[in-house]
């Protein structure tokens, strides 16, 4: 079966510096790989996405994930932080390109500070 | 444009009620989820349906009952039965199994928040 942790429940960056969510996943088979963002009630957004084309992976608001097989690890990152990037973030793994069977890890706030 | 609709929004409920939490997608989508959220827990499985007429209990199904009759409609009954209803719900669709171009990911509504009073 698929899992996923996510180091840290609580991050803070001040603005402008660099974003690094952590995010690693064990699964027996290649995986899809997510990360969607989720602001107060509001539903999960997508960020971005692996389906084991290109290792690098940019996805929506300047996020980008690198996947790294040897590492289990698709850490995301944004070089610059904003004030509208303080969110709650998911990474989330499947093994198959329909949507089932879908692990999410417990999830990453993200504060940003002026 | 396609998307998921979940009303209402905001429900409360007396204990001992059932509700039913409503959840509609345009987006031709095989397969769809329920989805309960705690703060601190993240998301956990309640149910989900591959396919009109067929639906399976996912990870935390007691207290809940669902039906989909519909392709496009999925709603979800939380029972007096269910001990700790208050939660932020929500759905989700995905293509499903028989869709040919599908890269994996879940489409989410909105979200209904439930507070029992």
């Known amino acids: 079966a698929q899992s996923v942790t996510q180091l840290g429940s609580h991050v803070s960056v001040s603005e402008g510096a660099l974003v690094l969510l952590r995010c690693n996943y064990s699964?027996?088979?290649?995986?899809?790989l997510f990360w969607y963002v989720q602001y107060p009630n509001q539903g999960l957004q997508l960020l971005l996405k692996?389906?084991?084309?290109?290792?690098l992976v940019k996805g929506i608001n300047g996020f980008e994930a690198e996947f790294k097989k040897s590492e289990t690890s698709f850490h995301l990152t944004k070089p610059s932080a904003h004030m509208s990037d303080a969110a709650e973030y998911f990474c989330?793994?499947?093994?198959?390109?329909?949507?089932?069977?879908?692990?999410f890890g417990p999830g990453t706030r993200l504060s940003v500070l002026p | 444009d396609g998307g998921i609709t979940q009303s209402p929004k905001y429900l409360f409920r007396k204990e001992g009620q059932n509700v039913t939490l409503s959840c509609e997608q345009n987006?031709?989508?095989?397969?769809m989820y329920w989805y309960r959220q705690d703060p601190g827990q993240g998301l956990r499985l309640i149910y989900y349906?591959?396919?009109?007429?067929?639906?399976q209990k996912g990870d935390i199904a007691e207290g809940y009952s669902v039906s989909r009759e519909k392709k496009e409609s999925f709603p979800l009954t939380v029972t007096s039965a269910q001990k700790n209803p208050t939660a932020f719900y929500l759905c989700?669709?995905?293509?499903?199994?028989?869709?040919?171009?599908?890269?994996?990911?879940?489409?989410f509504g909105e979200g209904s928040r439930l507070t029992v009073l």
């Open positions: 989700a669709s995905s293509i499903g199994w028989r869709g040919r171009r599908g890269t994996g990911e879940l489409f």
């Open positions: 699964s027996s088979v290649p995986p899809y």
């Open positions: 692996y389906t084991s084309a290109a290792t």
């Open positions: 989330a793994v499947t093994i198959n390109n329909y949507g089932q069977n879908f692990v």
């Open positions: 987006l031709n989508h095989d397969a």
């Open positions: 349906s591959q396919i009109v007429n067929d639906f």
